[in-house]
């Protein structure tokens, strides 16, 4: 493994598994570091090479790393082995062993599941949207289809743009209060009339909702720590043409 890879790790999560940061990469440019992203403007050769870093830091071939093309669904799709295609879709679940399965986000929720019992894993990519449609909730179903138990699953929520930095509108209030009232906990005024949402917050209150044995999230922002760290919302406030996507990785 290169020693320059930064690799952000959970006790919570008993099996081998990574939120890497952008450190240790190939990229350069707006791309500097370690740019898994297949649907950026990178040269797709250096994003193989970043990416082959990642399996191999992970300890399996480069084939055996599976993502999905991420839509912002509500969409688990179960994983057996290398995929000859990239299926629309925004988790992945398996129990097969030395599949690793990996989610890209830069400010998204990247949120990785164990059920250490079962021998069940899970990640998904879990943007607003998604968190409000369901994606972690279907994350878990899929899980319990191979057997898990979501009292037994810990999930963890890895680097995501922090409460801080994330200036919305009052119609985005609006949408999560008409969902639920009590999601105005998740709110504080910003300048105006703009307010701050807790993304990661929302995250963690929908996975305890939903019944899992332990929820945490790691307290890394993207958005604050741009030598760590992608984002989208960074790019976009710098006027940047494209941005760097980070690789979250699970396996059993």
């Keep these: 493994m290169p020693s320059t890879l930064e690799i952000i ?42 990416r082959a870093r990642v399996a191999g830091a992970m300890g399996v071939a480069p084939l055996a790393l599976v993502t999905v093309h991420q839509i912002h669904s509500a969409t688990a799709i179960r994983v057996d082995g290398p995929l000859s295609d990239r299926p629309q879709a925004d988790a992945l679940v398996t129990a097969s062993p030395g599949v690793l399965l990996a989610v890209l986000t830069a400010d998204c929720q990247p949120v990785l599941f164990h059920d250490p019992v079962a021998g069940v894993v899970g990640a998904a990519h879990a943007g607003w949207r998604g968190a409000v449609d369901g994606i972690l909730e279907a994350t878990l179903a899929a899980m319990e289809g191979l057997g898990a138990s979501r009292s037994q699953i810990h999930a963890v929520i890895g680097p995501s743009i922090s409460q801080p930095a994330y200036e919305v509108g009052p119609e985005f209030l609006d949408r999560f209060r008409d969902e639920d009232p009590e999601n105005t906990r998740f709110f504080v005024n910003g300048p105006g009339d703009r307010m701050l949402f807790d993304l990661p917050g929302y995250g963690l209150h929908r996975l305890r909702a939903a019944g899992v044995g332990h929820a945490e999230w790691t307290g890394h922002c993207t958005y604050l720590d741009p030598a760590r760290f992608y984002s989208f919302r960074r790019t976009t406030h710098a006027g940047e043409a494209d941005y760097g996507r980070l690789i979250s990785t699970i396996r059993l």
């Design 9 to 50: 790790t959970s006790p919570a999560l008993t099996t081998p598994h990574g939120f890497f940061t952008r450190k240790g990469g190939a990229s350069s440019g707006v791309f500097s570091g370690l740019n898994c992203g297949t649907g950026s403007t990178d040269q797709a050769e250096i994003v193989a090479i970043n």
